[in-house]
């Protein structure tokens, strides 16, 4: 299970690495940034405001937590959106599920996914493996969410107030109490949060 850094491992080994698995208990995290006021985006998708947090040797844990993962799940929008910005999605080492309603073409180890997402979870579940990383959007975050499929949440909140864009938290999620695993605080003014299901 899931040792957070008031448990048996010691706070640097949590600084080091903080998920920290054992393998027969694969858990979704979900792995996002937003702005102060709760934006993913702006409204046209746009994602440059990431970037003035930007600075040489400084990853945020990302490397350490990809270490951690082998299936990662995406919206189908996010994935086009980095395609648009001309960029391929990198993680050609791990399974991806691309969710959409509309069936395409696998590319690789990349595959488009239609079905149920509650059946998707439990099939990856109950094979062994690494956890599972939610890289977004907003869309798919919240369809996860409404059914309680997300164990983790690791929401990096950027010293930004964008104003308007692509929300995060959308209505219709249901109400659920989680537990603060850590709060871990970056130079450029980043604040990365750790929750867990309670
Ligand atoms: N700040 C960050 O860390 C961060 C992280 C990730 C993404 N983003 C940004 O967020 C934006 C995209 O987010 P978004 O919320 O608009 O879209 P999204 O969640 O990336 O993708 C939405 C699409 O995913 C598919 N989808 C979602 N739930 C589904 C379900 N239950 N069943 C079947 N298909 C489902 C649908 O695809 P179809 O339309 O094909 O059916 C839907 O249109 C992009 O600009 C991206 O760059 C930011």
């Given amino acids: 299970m899931w040792h957070g850094p008031r448990e048996e491992i010691s706070q640097k080994e949590y600084d080091t690495n ?23 985006a702006g409204p046209s998708g746009e994602i440059e405001f990431l970037s003035s947090m930007d600075k040489a040797g400084e990853d945020y844990g990302y490397a350490n937590f990809l270490k951690e993962i082998d299936t990662i799940i995406i919206g189908r929008k996010t994935f086009d959106k980095l395609k648009e910005m001309g960029y391929q999605y990198p993680h050609t080492d791990k399974k991806v599920y691309i969710i959409t ?28 493996g690494k956890h599972i990383y939610c890289d977004g959007g907003a869309d798919l975050a919240t369809a996860l969410l409404q059914e309680n499929l997300i164990d983790e949440i690791l929401i990096s909140i950027i010293p930004m107030v964008l104003g308007e864009g692509i929300r995060l938290f959308k209505s219709g999620i249901p109400s659920q109490r989680l537990k603060l695993l850590e709060t871990k605080y970056f130079e450029k003014g980043l604040v990365r949060l750790h929750y867990c299901k309670e």
């Fill in 101 to 128: 309603h509309t069936t395409k073409p696998d590319i690789g180890t990349f595959e488009y996914y239609t079905g149920n997402l509650t059946t998707l979870i439990s099939k990856i579940k109950n094979l062994p």
């Fill in 18 to 40: 903080p998920c920290i698995i054992v393998m027969h208990e694969r858990k979704v995290i979900l792995y996002i940034a937003m702005s102060l006021d709760g934006y993913i």
